[in-house]
């Protein structure tokens, strides 16, 4: 193995890397899987606590088992929905900073936290397809939630299509912006045929209480790819 493959094979493999020494010392196991080299193994943590969550979670009394796959559905819809709106917002404060400093660090964040955003939104499309096989016995593509979850992901992909091309930090924020007000102004239009409204907030406490620790370990999950994301950014990509 020659010393190039060596060093991409070190780059990869980085935010997996974990001492296991450092089980002995309670206090700072914390801090490693807060730390960058520890994003790999608490994304696996955070993963198996929300899976976790959602089986012990109480099954709604219609949906009965599906309910499992459902909280997963709905917690990846709300922390992709908040990611990418707090990318439009950190884009907003990125673009008002220019005034005092040209170049900084919330282009690299916007950027980070709208591609983490859209990572979050592709996976919950295909749980979205599943729960709704396990709950109506098939897929209804026409229905308009899923017509606005394409039209979102195509926006998404468009918008970094855009970033990698255009390369300039105030595009890059705009345009973050632009999508998080597309995004809501999406979902707030569009009608719900088989899809029931804000089926959460209707539920009893104890299925909102669990709905909320999940959707909680999954924006803890978002916030450290995010970081990881902002890592691997090459710092060209984020600066005039």
């Known amino acids: 193995m020659t010393q190039r493959r060596r060093d991409a094979k070190l780059i990869f493999f980085a935010p997996f890397r974990f001492d296991v ?14 730390s960058r080299e ?14 976790l969550l959602a089986w012990a979670a109480p099954n709604d009394v219609t949906l009965a088992g599906t309910s499992k796959v459902v909280y997963i559905h709905g917690a990846l819809v709300w922390t992709s929905l908040l990611t990418l709106t707090t990318a439009g917002v950190v884009g907003l404060a990125a673009l008002a900073a220019m005034l005092i400093k040209r170049d900084n660090v919330l282009h690299a964040w916007t950027l980070a936290l709208g591609r983490t955003g859209l990572l979050f939104w592709a996976v919950y499309i ?13 897929v209804f593509l026409a229905e308009p939630r899923y017509t606005t979850s394409f039209r979102v992901l195509a926006i998404g992909v468009i918008v970094q299509v855009i970033i990698l091309l255009v390369n300039r930090p105030v595009v890059s924020s705009a345009l973050h912006i632009v999508q998080a007000v597309t995004l809501w102004a999406l979902l ?37 790819v995010a970081r990881l994301m902002s890592g691997f950014a090459p710092r060209a990509r984020i600066s005039e």
């Open 21 to 34: 020494f450092a089980l002995r010392k309670p206090g700072s196991v914390m801090r490693r899987l807060l």
């Open 38 to 51: 520890g994003i790999g193994v608490s994304l696996v943590v955070l993963a198996v606590a929300a899976l």
């Open 126 to 138: 295909p749980v979205s397809m599943l729960a709704s096989q396990m709950a109506w016995n098939a």
């Open 188 to 224: 707030l239009t569009t009608p719900s045929i088989l899809h029931p409204d804000n089926p959460i907030l209707r539920s009893v406490p104890s299925i909102q209480f669990f709905f909320g620790l999940i959707v909680l370990a999954f924006g803890v999950a978002a916030l450290q």
